[in-house]
Nanobody
Framework: VQLQASGGGLVQTGGSLNLTCVAS????????IAWFRQAPGKEREFVAAIRWSDGELLYKDFAKGRFTISRDSPKNTVLLEMNSLKSEDTARYYCAATHLGHITRNGAHYGYWGQGTLVTVSS
């Protein structure tokens, strides 16, 4: 399974960005796609996840109300719409996939990772 993340860039505080993750290869073995992020000098953290089959969602608290994760199953694509961006949202954002059937926030449970896309929020 290959994951390609895109859509990052430079945006001002309060702005918006839409990230895209396109899955290819043996996508049928993956059940859940998640977004993680890692800021400079910080540990990687879970952002949001969605299950392909029924669209079940999970958000980290900081993402609730500002970020929206969605899927386009025929296109094997997962979107992350980010609004009201803050400087603390600056990070490299990664999409990841797991064959597990339940949504998990633990990055160790995701066996497939994309290369990440950089989001920079300037004040």
């Amino acid at each position: 399974v290959q994951l390609q993340a895109s859509g990052g860039g430079l945006v001002q505080t309060g702005g918006s960005l839409n990230l895209t993750c396109v899955a290819s290869g043996r996508t049928g073995i993956t059940n859940i796609i998640a977004w993680f992020r890692q800021a400079p000098g910080k540990e990687r953290e879970f952002v949001a996840a969605i299950r392909w089959s029924d669209g079940e969602l999970l958000y980290k608290d900081f993402a609730k109300g500002r970020f929206t994760i969605s899927r386009d199953s025929p296109k094997n694509t997962v979107l992350l719409e980010m609004n009201s961006l803050k400087s603390e949202d600056t990070a490299r954002y990664y999409c990841a996939a797991t064959h597990l059937g339940h949504i998990t926030r633990n990055g160790a449970h995701y066996g497939y990772w994309g290369q990440g896309t950089l989001v920079t929020v300037s004040s």
